[in-house]
């Protein structure tokens, strides 16, 4: 499975952070394969809660539909979203270091399904790259908040 890890420390509060990232939607603002994003539903944020992001790549724009499937606030947070294509994963953990500062560990994973998962090792790459871009950019953002 393909997949990037971004973990640094943050000048905010965890409840914050936590809540910022859980909400998928903000995910428009900062990870590089994102270009549009919105809530499925109208519930809290929560076990069951919905997030439509379209991802594109090259030429080709994808809708992924991510459930939140783990909570545990303000600490842990998985989504998983499933296509014909495509199985991706989100782990999101926080934790606190003091009252404005805390750690983050977020971890996106991309695989592909049925027979194109033979091709799973050409997914390598072009993740590690999105990766490397997702990080500078939630690092620009979140200095902002």
Not at 11 to 36: C, H, I, R
Not at 67 to 86: G, Q, S
Not at 95 to 113: F, G, V
Request: aromatic share 10%; charged share 25%.
């Amino acid at each position: 499975m393909a997949h990037y890890r971004i973990q640094m420390k943050v000048d905010m509060p965890e409840e914050q952070l936590f809540t910022y990232l859980a909400t998928l939607t903000n995910a428009k603002d900062w990870e590089p394969g994102v270009s549009g994003a919105s809530v499925s539903d109208g519930a809290p944020l929560g076990i069951g809660s919905t997030f439509e992001l379209e991802m594109h790549s090259h030429t080709r724009s994808r809708p992924f539909v991510y459930k939140i499937v783990e909570f545990e606030p303000p600490h842990h947070c998985v989504l998983e979203a499933v296509t014909r294509a495509f199985y991706s994963r989100i782990t999101i953990d926080t934790r606190s270091i003091d009252d404005e500062t805390s750690e983050l560990n977020y971890e996106s994973a991309l695989r592909r399904r049925g027979f194109a998962a033979f091709f799973n090792g050409l997914l390598y790459l072009p993740v590690r790259r999105t990766g490397k871009r997702a990080q500078q950019n939630l690092a620009r953002v979140l200095t902002r908040h």
